[in-house]
């Protein structure tokens, strides 16, 4: 007998995200937590992303463990990043602007290091890329 989810649960989670049941289940749950320990040790290591990890995580977690899904949509520091993601493909534009400021810094670090030209040039075309794809995301 199908009972309907609570009004608690449908309103936090989308329905097409859900557990997924089988062998897999752990290496899921296993890849959430690395994700987010790294998108933790992201915080204090200057050049390791954390909101790349904490995305991935969530992703991973809601294959994984319902529990740690919701946990992580109900956390007060990433929790609205994650349902702004997960729920409408939305990215502030305080992010935005944090992302495109490190990218140039990363860029003109990278300009004035001895590494060859070839190596700053792919890497800031890189970043150049991925800033207008990030640019066209809507907002929160």
């Known amino acids: ?9 449908s309103s936090e989670i989308p329905r097409r995200r859900s557990v997924q049941p089988g062998r897999f289940r752990w290496l899921w749950i296993a890849l959430a ?9 992201g915080i204090v290591l200057p050049g390791l992303p954390t909101v790349p990890f904490i995305l991935a995580a969530s992703f991973c977690a809601a294959r994984g463990s319902r529990r740690l899904h919701l946990w992580m949509r109900r956390h ?3 929790g609205p990043m994650i349902r702004n993601w997960e729920d409408h493909g ?19 670090l990278m300009g004035v290091s001895p590494s060859p030209l070839w190596a ?5 075309a890189i970043m150049l890329a991925v800033a207008i794809w990030l640019w066209r995301r809507p907002e929160a």
């Open 120 to 124: 700053w040039a792919t890497g800031s």
């Open 33 to 41: 937590w690395l994700a987010l320990g790294l998108g933790f040790l």
């Open 90 to 108: 939305a990215v502030s534009r305080r992010a935005k602007w944090l992302a495109s400021i490190m990218m140039v810094l990363c860029s003109l």
């Open 76 to 78: 007060r520091q990433f």
């Open 1 to 9: 007998m199908n009972r309907p989810a609570s009004p608690a649960t």
